[in-house]
């Protein structure tokens, strides 16, 4: 019986884990980096212990350090949560060597799947479709897909098109493995393009019972990175579906496993070829559990304590969709920094690793939250996500939000007609940009407004008269923001205010009243406007600037913090237009900056190693002239 449970991970994973561990009376320990000091499950455990350090290959990637930490908390069981350590056999078995309970599949199944390479060949074995497996010094065909063969979550996964391209995608795809799983071996097959991703969830227990828990699509993807999750997939034939559940229980059954798992497939019609199989709870598996009403996390410790399951698993009911939230631009270039507000609202059920005031590092994936909705129908869910990322407040960060709204409001999502390229240039998200209204200004307005009242409010002296009034007007009174140039008083045409208050505003225009939460910070210049038309940030431009910095033409500038990886160009060099000039790693993720023109590079300002700040300037190119 687990009485004490340490969960080797962070964020909402570990928030998860100890939510379902409350519910047992079973106590939990925490561990965390020093820039997870103040994070969210460090404070909600009973015990936390501290891995001192940032870098994940000395904290949450440091087994040493979190079976010392097992001992000093006096935990008898791990649960690896996802990513890390999670798919790691000499982890499990440093566990159970310690004489703790491993809340996971043994590690000879870790072992099994751990390498894609070998995995593919026991799925042969096993009777499950596969895809070849090409030569990387000669691989005969294109496009392939670079893998790498241990961990996933898209890291260490290239496209390759052109025989040009190989040696430098598996070059990176090895660098960028090493970096996250500690293994930088990686392996090439056919890239299968405008497929389906679809993955079975697996439950097996320790007397030979094996579920197939339905199907997962995680076809809308990004950098190989899964986006929105469903289940089930709305475009497969109930045949496929059969097939799909049966390929994953063989493959369960060939490898002895035990515990939660999923089992992951490309499908193209009735084409149906074996990815890979993630030994370990996957970060969407909340679907799977509201659509057949279960909880995997407690399944998981039931079946680690010794428990049987039922011989068959419950029956599907309903629809989920579950929306990734990323702290990132609309490039995907992740974001850092002070997450002011972070307020989800709605029916829906939302794994976070983050509140209001988190700070988010760059040293961690840049996922903030899953929102995920369930209903009787895949139209109810998908309206009840909508509605919640639509009504969300998120202030401080770039998100994906918008995103997220574009993909479950699409045409395209909401007939299921989804695929691998579903967010690729020409795809179905690609919709062209509404005309503009006038209600576009009234969020600027609002911000206006707002701006004002909190004025008056603050104001030291005859705080009763309204903001910037005179005994003769000689100008309207006017505020200007980076976005937008606003006169608020005269009120435009047709616009009327019905209450202005330094956090709300509402006006009516043309008969149509609306609500305006406004929103500002200390330390934080930007104004944050939510309201049904959406959410809107605007800067406001100050009466009297303060000098600035002037950037050198042609300087490329560093867009998150990080750490350079590798220079790729020297003082004197050419380069063309879209060439790499360097490497940076952020997020466990590598990021290449390319030249946004052709030239001469006049100066590099970093070397390999070196840790810099967004903004900071990496390099200059000098353009050419013609």
Not at 78 to 88: D, K, Q, R, T
Not at 484 to 513: F, I, K, N, Q, W
């Amino acid at each position: 019986m687990i009485t004490r449970l340490l969960v080797a991970n962070r964020g909402e994973i570990a928030r998860r884990v100890f939510r379902t561990c409350r519910s047992l009376g079973v106590s939990t320990v925490a561990v965390f980096s020093d820039a997870d000091s103040g994070a969210p499950h460090a404070r909600e455990a009973d015990l936390a212990v501290r891995l001192p350090g940032s870098h994940p290959a000395e904290t949450y990637l440091a087994a040493d350090r979190i079976i010392e930490a097992c001992r000093a908390s006096g935990a008898d069981a791990v649960h690896p949560g996802y990513g890390f350590l999670s798919e790691n056999a000499a982890f499990a078995r440093a566990v159970l060597d310690a004489g703790l309970t491993w809340v996971g599949p043994p590690p000879e199944a870790i072992e099994a799947m751990g390498s894609k390479i070998a995995a593919k060949r026991l799925m042969t074995e096993a009777g499950v479709p596969v895809l070849p497996s090409l030569d990387l010094a000669a691989p005969g065909e294109f496009p392939l897909l670079v893998k790498a063969s241990a961990g996933g979550g898209g890291r260490g996964m290239r496209i390759v098109r052109h025989a040009g391209e190989l040696a430098a995608e598996v070059e990176s795809a090895r660098r960028e493995a090493e970096a996250a799983f500690g293994d930088g071996a990686v392996f090439a097959e056919p890239l299968l393009e405008a497929a389906r991703h679809i993955e079975v969830q697996v439950l097996a227990d320790g007397h030979g019972t094996v579920w197939a828990l339905g199907e997962r699509e995680c076809s809308v993807q990004r950098r190989h990175q899964k986006v929105v999750e469903e289940c089930p997939s709305p475009g497969i034939s109930e045949r496929t579906r059969e097939l799909l559940c049966a390929a994953a229980v063989r493959a369960a059954r060939r490898i002895g496993y035990v515990g939660a798992g999923t089992v992951e497939f490309l499908v193209k019609g009735e084409r149906v070829a074996f990815l890979e199989m993630n030994t370990r709870l996957q970060v969407e598996h909340p679907v799977t559990e509201l659509v057949f009403g279960v909880d995997l996390v407690r399944l998981q410790l039931e079946v680690a304590e010794g428990a049987a399951l039922p011989p068959e698993p419950p029956a599907p009911r309903g629809h989920a969709i579950e929306a990734r939230l990323y702290a990132e631009d609309a490039a995907y270039v992740p974001q850092t920094g002070v997450l002011r507000r972070f307020e989800v609202p709605g029916d829906v059920r939302v794994d976070s690793g983050v509140e209001s005031g988190s700070q988010v590092s760059p040293h961690y994936d840049a996922m903030l939250a899953k929102i995920v909705a369930y209903g009787a129908t895949r139209a109810e869910a998908a309206r009840k996500l909508a509605a919640s990322l639509r009504g969300a407040r998120l202030h401080g960060l770039t998100t994906n939000r918008d995103l997220l709204l574009d993909v479950v409001t699409s045409p395209a999502f909401r007939a299921g007609e989804t695929n691998t390229a579903f967010l690729s240039p020409g795809g179905p998200l690609s919709p062209p940009s509404s005309p503009s209204s006038g209600d576009d200004a009234l969020p600027a307005l609002a911000a206006a407004l707002a701006m004002a009242a909190a004025h008056r409010r603050d104001a030291p002296v005859l705080a009763g008269l309204p903001g910037g009034w005179r005994n003769v007007r000689s100008q309207p009174a006017r505020a200007r923001f980076e976005e937008a140039d606003v006169v608020y008083d005269p009120m435009p045409a047709g616009v009327t205010v019905v209450s202005a208050r330094p956090e709300e505003v509402v006006l009516e225009r043309d008969g149509l009243r609306r609500t305006f939460q406004v929103a500002r910070y200390d330390g934080d210049e930007r104004v944050y406007v939510d309201s049904p038309m959406g959410a809107a940030v605007l800067t406001p431009v100050p009466r009297l600037p303060e000098p600035v910095e002037h950037v050198a033409p042609g300087s490329l500038l560093a867009p998150m913090p990080g750490s350079v990886l590798r220079v790729e160009v020297a003082e004197g060099d050419t380069v063309a237009r879209g060439q790499p000039v360097l490497v940076l790693e952020a997020m466990k993720m590598e990021h290449r900056i390319a030249a946004p023109a052709g030239g001469v590079v006049s100066d590099v300002r970093v070397e390999k190693g070196q840790q810099v700040e967004a903004g900071a300037v990496l390099a200059i190119i000098q353009e050419e002239t013609t």
